[in-house]
């Protein structure tokens, strides 16, 4: 029998050597790629690269105006689709799509409500799938407004869908076990945590665990996924107090301590309103000084909240590109930019209530002169069709919001890094 490394041999002095190819010789080698040397030549190589299309947005809520809405007295059923079919275009398709469930789905509708106590029918989760949100995070400050069975029924209805989450577990075994989600993305390992602040002062039922903010556990998760090689790691934080514009002193000390901890990626929820958000260069305490990407705040995507700058969000959207040559793994972040949304209640119409708006296409479409009001340059990717005719209010009030967000944030389109 002749030898791997013969074959290797005759595989490597032939001219089939001068293209790329990818060989598996057990025993031997894995996963081997053929690249240029500097002086031209072909060299073994087994560098690995992925581009992950990424895609998050803030807080999904359901409040009582909500749950009203999305009721259909005739067919005795709920449906909350009708939120999410202007934006889905934006959603699906990606590599990964992350929003923070801020209710919880506890079953019974005697336990549907909105607030202070949030509990939301399945229905909703049904229609996040279908929108294409592939991870939810559920440790917030509403994690325990149903006790035990809102913790539990929420989970067990996501895992139904094939939705993964992070942030809460049905028992302390559950947790032991899962507290490390791990995503597997083109062969590159990325580790995610979910951590809030607290829990509106309820306690947190026996035996489930909420995942609470604390230098001890981000730390202890974080030196995890390190010692496991992580590729890369995305923190949550549900955190800061509410409808503030600029990151406090409580949320920059908590994003600066997981960064310090290895973090790569943060997630940030529960201001309700929209916070400066960039990509910043920074060394942790393994002594690797490279870029980070910060999102303070991704604001309300869905909600009954009309009070300003709540009454809408963005959908931030960028590109991951992870390479590793054998040794390290590589970041660098492409195409960061956000897509604002502005939620837009319909009330008076049979469908699209509560519908989130991609307020570009909305405006470019009615023809309200975007390029030359704004200065933004845009490409309609979901045509509307004529599906929302927005009264003079609602359109003011929308046009309000995306001013604002401008002035806070930049325009909409790719970020300068």
């Excluded at 908590?254 to 400066?276: K, M, N, S, Y």
């Excluded at 700058?309 to 195409?335: C, V």
């Excluded at 002169?369 to 003079?392: F, P, Q």
Aim: contains cysteine.
């Amino acid at each position: 029998m002749i030898s791997n490394r013969i074959i290797l041999s005759k595989i490597l002095s032939s001219n089939l050597y001068s293209k790329a190819f990818c060989i598996f010789i057990i025993g031997f080698y894995s996963q081997c790629t053929i690249a240029k040397s500097d002086s031209g030549s072909n060299i073994f190589s087994s560098e690995k690269i992925a581009n992950i299309s990424m895609v998050a947005v803030g807080d999904i809520m359901v409040h009582d105006s909500q749950l009203k809405a999305n009721y259909s007295i005739k067919n005795r059923k709920y449906n909350f689709h009708q939120s999410f079919e202007l934006v889905s275009p934006y959603l699906q398709g990606n590599d990964f799509v992350f929003g923070n469930l801020e209710t919880t789905l506890p079953g019974n509708p005697e336990h549907y409500s909105g607030y202070p106590q949030f509990g939301a029918p399945a229905e909703l989760a049904y229609a996040l799938k279908d929108a294409g949100f592939q991870i939810l995070s559920t440790a917030n400050n509403h994690s325990v407004d149903k006790g035990t069975l809102g913790i539990r029924n929420t989970l067990d209805v996501l895992d139904q869908l094939n939705i993964k989450h992070l942030g809460t577990y049905r028992t302390q075994k559950e947790y032991e076990q899962n507290r490390n989600l791990i995503l597997d993305i083109e062969g590159f390992k990325i580790f995610f945590y979910n951590y809030t602040y607290g829990t509106n002062g309820l306690p947190i039922p026996d035996d489930t665990v909420v995942n609470l903010i604390s230098e001890e556990l981000i730390s202890t998760d974080l030196a995890f996924a390190k010692s496991q090689k992580a590729d890369a790691i995305i923190v949550a934080f549900h955190y800061g107090p509410e409808y503030v514009r600029i990151p406090a002193k409580d949320q920059t000390k908590w994003v600066d301590f997981a960064i310090r901890e290895g973090a790569d990626i943060i997630l940030g929820g529960h201001p309700h309103v929209l916070q400066t958000y960039g990509v910043e260069k920074r060394t942790d305490r393994y002594g690797e000084n490279r870029d980070r990407l910060i999102l303070y705040s991704m604001g309300n995507f869905l909600s009954g909240q009309r009070h300003l700058h709540t009454d809408g969000g963005a959908i931030f959207r960028w590109n991951l590109l992870l390479k590793n040559d054998g040794n390290r793994t590589f970041l660098e972040y492409q195409n960061v930019h956000y897509i604002p949304t502005w939620v837009f209640p319909n009330l008076k119409s049979d469908h699209n209530r509560f519908v989130i708006i991609p307020v570009l296409d909305y405006m470019n479409e009615n023809g309200k002169l975007l390029n030359l009001e704004y200065g933004i340059k845009t490409t309609s990717a979901n045509k509307l069709n004529g599906k929302l005719n927005l009264d003079k209010k609602s359109e003011q009030d929308m046009k309000t919001f995306l001013f604002n967000t401008m002035e806070l944030i930049g325009k909409p389109g790719l970020k300068s890094i």
